[in-house]
């Protein structure tokens, strides 16, 4: 494991220059694995000492990485030391590489490199991830896909480094347009279509009455008095709300398990609407609630009072916004969960507002709102299907299992299987989430269908290829247990190269929990499958002998693993055959 190789570099380090061992786990980094040439396996930055105040600067970089050189020697466990531009890096004795990286296989293969003391450095506790969010009477859209892959992607990783993880879908079940909703309904809605096809009629008359009522003034009145009505909880209203709540989670669901997402609550607007007057009257309370000309009540952002920036929170006829439901959501939130950290996930255009959100918080004296963190996302472009635009999730997934269905039946490769639809439908949602992990989460990209399923370069669909064709060895030849590892029948480059890379698993898992950016893993994984494409070709399994063979299984194996747990991670359900 990498710790090990961390830990015993460390101890070197610690003795020259007499700090403790845990100054140095951080500082040291696996380098990349190249197949084009025998790399070292880790490097210490020298800056990176100075920086932290580890040591004291004397000299340039260079000349303090050769004078570090000089003091450092070989031992059982590093067999080369050398130095470069303003670094020292280490070699690793090639057997033991081999040794420490497979003597765990089939032993709680799930903790690959998890127990790591660079992971360990990291805050543990409760996480509340909010992600998803739809608003509820409308059919899923589309652009609600990036919410909710991102935060579950989150949530995961979370998850499998040890924090207590609760994920809630805070639906958008309250506000405005529900007036317009439920008059709009109550003129053109009906019962009937609403059992036959639920979502689509509201959305049906959602768009009615939005155009009926660019030409008709009487319409908007009606959605103010119905939502009104709402906000008094009158049985009328409040039964057709409750209504269309239950069919849209109902179908939501349908759709997250597409996906294999999950929540642990289903939250929403409504549920604190009935607290906003307690934020209000905490406001005022404090002086921070203060009243326009226009009569909205609202908060002073500026730093000198000036009403420069302010947040509305109240419309003048006292009715709730959407922060005033979130301030309350929140202040509840952290009563019921008592959170270490909570994580939005929505598009960067809400930036403003969770800064807002967090700004007033702060000013109500909740200090924890500083462990409050905004995750946003940029737009995806052209995303459509062969019947044109489409806003749908559900036809961009049926989409997605066509197109890796006709693919499938025409590659000579494809295995016979029990349920290729199922097959299709898991890889299709893995390419999916591999074209929207694959660079920075804040950056807008292009959908793109054909580049997105190809079997070949960058995508989920090469990462379930590799996967599937690792079982199908594994399946047919043995996971290498049957004989007691010998480290000295796996030291080709090629697979030294990929013990290289795994050496960088806790540290690509470290960076994505630090900034939350799925990228890091991604890009590990499909290094992983390319160096695994090579080993395939230069390390055949079939034709060896015995314990050659059996040696290059557990290479195999250790990486199936490794590159299973890793998908799983990103959300990605691995298929066994393809």
């Avoid at 293969?109 to 509340?128: A, H, I, P, Q, V």
């Avoid at 909570?342 to 800064?355: A, L, R």
């Avoid at 924890?368 to 019947?387: D, I, N, P, Y």
Wanted: aromatic share 8%; net charge neutral; proline share 3%.
């Amino acid at each position: 494991m990498a710790c090990f190789f961390r830990r015993s570099i460390a101890v070197k380090l610690s003795r020259i220059l007499q700090q403790p061992e845990d100054a140095f786990i951080s500082a040291l980094s696996a380098v990349p694995a190249s197949k084009k040439q025998q790399n070292a396996d880790f490097r210490l930055p020298i800056n990176t000492l100075f920086k932290d105040g580890i040591v004291p600067s004397k000299g340039d970089l260079q000349s303090q990485a050769e004078a570090l050189l000089n003091e450092l020697k070989p031992d059982s466990v590093v067999e080369d030391i050398s130095a470069g531009r303003g670094v020292i890096n280490f070699r690793v004795h090639r057997k033991i590489l081999v040794q420490k990286m497979l003597e765990t296989l089939g032993k709680d293969d799930e903790r690959f490199g998890l127990d790591s003391e660079l992971l360990n450095r990291l805050e543990k506790g409760r996480t509340l991830v909010e992600y998803s969010s739809p608003n509820i009477a409308k059919r899923f859209h589309a652009g609600h896909l990036r919410s909710t892959i991102i935060g579950n992607f989150i949530a995961n990783l979370k998850q499998c480094l040890g924090n207590e993880v609760i994920r809630v879908n805070y639906l958008g079940d309250w506000g405005m347009q529900f007036g317009i909703l439920g008059a709009g309904f109550e003129k053109y809605g009906s019962q009937e279509k609403l059992k036959e096809n639920p979502l689509q009629h509201l959305f049906d008359v959602y768009v009615q009455v939005n155009r009926e009522a660019e030409i008709n003034e009487g319409l908007w009145h009606a959605a103010r008095e119905f939502f009104r009505q709402l906000e008094h909880h009158e049985d009328k209203a409040m039964s057709l709300w409750q209504q269309f709540r239950e069919i849209s989670v109902k179908e939501y669901e349908q759709v997250y398990k597409r996906l294999g997402v999950r929540f642990d609550i289903y939250s929403g607007e409504s549920f604190h609407e009935g607290q906003t007057q307690e934020v209000v009257q905490r406001l005022q309370n404090l002086g921070l609630l203060k009243t326009t000309e226009k009569g909205t009540g609202v908060v002073d952002l500026s730093p000198t009072g000036d009403m420069s920036t302010y947040s509305t929170v109240l419309r003048s006829d006292g009715t709730s916004l959407y922060i005033t439901r979130d301030i309350a959501a929140a202040i509840d939130r952290k009563e019921k969960h008592t959170f270490h950290e909570m994580i939005y996930v929505t598009d960067k255009s809400q930036q403003n507002h969770f800064g807002q959100l967090f700004q007033i918080l702060l000013a109500m004296g909740h200090s924890w709102a500083q462990r409050c963190r905004h995750v946003s996302f940029g737009l995806v472009q052209g995303m459509k299907t062969r019947r044109g635009e489409v806003i749908f999730l559900e036809d961009i997934l049926d989409e997605a299992r066509a197109r890796m269905l006709h693919n499938m039946s025409q590659s000579i490769t494809t295995k016979d299987m029990e349920n290729p639809e199922d097959t299709a439908e898991k890889v299709g949602i893995s390419a999916l989430i591999i074209q929207d992990f694959k660079g920075p989460l804040e950056s807008d990209y292009k959908f793109e269908w054909d580049r997105m399923l190809q079997a070949k370069g960058d995508t989920g669909v090469f990462l379930q290829y590799t996967h599937a064709r690792l079982c199908s060895l594994i399946e047919m030849q043995g996971n290498g247990q049957e004989l007691e590892l010998d480290p000295s029948l796996l030291l080709e480059p090629s697979s030294i190269c990929i013990l290289q890379h795994l050496l960088r698993y806790d540290e690509v898992l470290y960076h994505s929990a630090q900034d939350l950016q799925p990228k890091h893993l991604v890009n590990f994984l499909l290094k992983l499958c390319h160096l695994v494409a090579s080993a395939l070709r230069e390390l055949p399994v079939k034709g060896s002998p015995h314990n050659v063979a059996q040696a290059r299984l557990r290479l195999f194996s250790r990486t199936r693993s490794v590159l299973a747990n890793g998908m799983r991670i990103l959300g990605i359900t691995p298929v066994y055959k393809m």
